[in-house]
Each structure stands twice: as structure tokens, then as C-alpha cells.
């Protein structure tokens, strides 16, 4: 999970004080696995349900409140098993791309078709076209653009 914040752009100081913060609230020593965390990818949240079934979400880094309704639709998507983390589709409301720990070592890859993003990318600088860059992957063009997408957004400058 570190290691995919770590490509999403957050520094490891932030990811640090955001743990200690989900550690605190949770009182869950891994709360980054949890069904609990969510992210944009540029902020941590901790979302919890209350007794009487209302919802709160919490901006770790701010330790504050955050409505719901709007920053819900910007999370990106966590699949769980019954007890952690399996996969994380790293583009919101996408799943072209995920991290999953079972594949390719958990480094960013087309869904599909197991391709790591940083290869595709390497491939339309070469080849200077996306279009012919999925016809050699075999793959839609669409899939390419969110590989694209997703490695601009990793190779911004890191967030403190």
C-alpha cells in the first residue's frame, strides 16, 4: 500500500503522519488495508460509519471533516477480501489500471491485459503514437490514454 501511495505522488513523511493519525482514530494498527481508508490521490481519508449509521469522513493529513457526498465521487477504487486490500484501480471511477499485489508484483498495469503502465509509455515515446502503440499491445486505445494519464500523474513532483 506504501508503495502505491508512493507512486500516486505522496511523500513518505505524509503517509507516516496520516498512519499515526488512522492508528489513532481506528484504533486499527493497519488501517491502510482496511475497507476504512480511501484516497483521491492527492488526500488520505479514514471513512467511518457511526452507531446510528451516519457517515463520516476524515481528511487524515488536515485531521479534519470533509463532506461526503463530495469528496466520495473523487475516490479512487479499493476492492477488499474479507479482512485487507486486494487490488486498487489507481485512475477514479476507471478500472484500466490497477496495483494488485497478485500481478506483475503489484506495480501499476493495464487490468486487462497485465501490460505495467511505465512500459506503455516507454512505447508511445518510442513509437510517437498511441494508436499504433495499442494496436502493438493489442489493446484499446482508451486503455493506453489511462496508462498515459496515470504515469503523468506519478511523474509529478512528489507531495511533502
Same mark, same amino acid.
Given at each position: 500500500? %506504501?508503495?502505491?501511495?508512493?507512486?500516486?505522488?505522496?511523500?513518505?513523511?505524509?503517509?507516516?503522519?496520516?498512519?499515526?493519525?488512522? %492508528?489513532?482514530? /481506528?484504533?486499527?494498527?493497519?488501517?491502510?488495508?482496511s475497507a476504512s481508508f480511501r484516497t483521491d490521490g492527492q488526500r488520505l481519508f479514514l471513512e467511518r460509519v457511526g452507531e446510528g449509521g451516519e457517515h463520516d469522513i476524515i481528511d487524515l493529513k488536515s485531521r479534519q471533516h470533509? #463532506?461526503?457526498? +463530495? %469528496?466520495?465521487?473523487?475516490?479512487?477504487?479499493?476492492?477488499?477480501?474479507?479482512?485487507?486490500?486486494?487490488?486498487?484501480?489507481?485512475?477514479?471511477?476507471?478500472?484500466?489500471?490497477?496495483?494488485?499485489?497478485?500481478?506483475?508484483?503489484?506495480?501499476?498495469? @493495464?487490468?486487462?491485459?497485465?501490460?505495467?503502465?511505465?512500459?506503455?509509455?516507454?512505447?508511445?515515446?518510442?513509437?510517437?503514437? +498511441?494508436?499504433? %502503440? /495499442?494496436?502493438? #499491445?493489442?489493446?484499446?486505445?482508451?486503455?493506453?490514454?489511462? @496508462?498515459?494519464?496515470?504515469?503523468?500523474?506519478?511523474?509529478?513532483?512528489? /507531495? @511533502?
Amino acid at each position: 500500500m %506504501v508503495g502505491s501511495l508512493r507512486q500516486l505522488g505522496f511523500g513518505l513523511p505524509t503517509i507516516r503522519a496520516c498512519l499515526r493519525t488512522a %492508528v489513532e482514530i /481506528a484504533q486499527d494498527n493497519h488501517p491502510f488495508s482496511s475497507a476504512s481508508f480511501r484516497t483521491d490521490g492527492q488526500r488520505l481519508f479514514l471513512e467511518r460509519v457511526g452507531e446510528g449509521g451516519e457517515h463520516d469522513i476524515i481528511d487524515l493529513k488536515s485531521r479534519q471533516h470533509a #463532506f461526503a457526498r +463530495i %469528496v466520495e465521487r473523487s475516490f479512487l477504487d479499493l476492492e477488499f477480501d474479507e479482512r485487507k486490500a486486494t487490488r486498487w484501480f489507481l485512475l477514479p471511477h476507471k478500472q484500466t489500471i490497477v496495483a494488485d499485489p497478485e500481478r506483475s508484483f503489484g506495480q501499476p498495469i @493495464a487490468s486487462e491485459s497485465g501490460v505495467p503502465t511505465a512500459r506503455l509509455a516507454q512505447a508511445v515515446a518510442a513509437e510517437g503514437s +498511441i494508436d499504433k %502503440v /495499442a494496436k502493438l #499491445f493489442d489493446m484499446a486505445v482508451g486503455v493506453v490514454r489511462d @496508462a498515459l494519464t496515470f504515469e503523468a500523474r506519478i511523474r509529478a513532483p512528489l /507531495a @511533502a
